[in-house]
């Protein structure tokens, strides 16, 4: 990249990550209803810029959650999961195109052809966010990123516990919860799937809309919002 571009990419990673420090939310609309989640970026914000980055562009829409297990969570996100072939869910992520403007996408496409010309591997075709574990416990309705077996290796694959899941702690990033819909979300985890755990009927997002601050909220969403930080804190309490 040049010298030039990267003083643009970094003001505009921090005018997000900015941004979401000041109680940022993201309604999340699926064929199932409505999910309001509250994104983390004291904890993760890297992977809140991530989120918030591709769901603008408009990524998520028409994805579909491609793996649901009772007592655990439901997973989403995967752009492979537009396309017809069951097999391929849960393989897909974002590609460098999705996440740099045209100028950085360019020049690091001649970085990957350098390296490969010298008989190196090159770069990986799909973006990856560096791993942000914290002390974010996996309780129930806490949305978290996935990832293959590289701590760095998530992407756009993001998943909502169903149930508290402390042994994950500390192996995956926790970047935001559900502060309203986790009715909702327990309809999807409770459809039936296949043997992957795919659901059979997909279940579609459909829309992926940014709040931010409290005045976004509705009060019906800010009293959802209080409750859950309460219950938030006698968890952490009692597990003390």
């Known amino acids: 990249m040049s010298r030039r571009s990267w003083p643009l990419l970094v003001v505009a990673i921090l005018m997000i990550a900015g941004a979401a420090c000041a109680q940022t939310f993201v309604y999340l609309t699926t064929d199932a209803g409505e999910v309001l989640l509250e994104m983390l970026p004291e904890k993760a914000p890297g992977h809140v810029a991530n989120f918030l980055h591709l769901g603008q562009a408009g990524f998520y829409q ?4 491609h793996r649901v297990i009772p007592g655990f969570m439901i997973q989403g996100g995967d ?6 072939n069951r097999a391929d869910d849960g393989t897909g992520g974002p590609e460098w195109s999705d996440v740099l403007a045209a100028e950085d996408l360019a020049a690091l496409q001649a970085v990957s052809a350098m390296l490969e010309h010298r008989g190196y591997a090159g770069l990986p075709a799909q973006a990856a966010v560096k791993a942000e574990f914290n002390d974010t416990s996996h309780l129930r309705g806490v949305l978290s990123m996935a990832r293959s077996q590289s701590p760095d290796s998530g992407g756009s694959q993001f998943f909502i516990c169903v149930a508290d899941a402390p042994h994950i702690d500390g192996k995956y990033t926790a970047f935001g919860r ?7 979300v327990d309809d999807i985890v409770a459809v039936d799937r296949d043997r992957n755990d795919n659901p059979l ?19 019906e ?3 959802a919002r209080e409750g859950e930080r309460t219950d938030t804190v006698t968890d952490d309490t009692v597990g003390n």
Do not use: C, H, Y
């Open 79 to 84: 752009p492979l999961t537009k396309n017809q």
């Open 62 to 65: 028409d994805t579909a959650f």
């Open 178 to 184: 559900v502060i309203m819909g986790m009715d909702v």
């Open 221 to 223: 969403q800010r009293a």
């Open 201 to 219: 009927q997909p279940i579609l997002i459909t829309g992926f809309t940014v709040l931010e601050g409290l005045d976004a909220l509705s009060d």
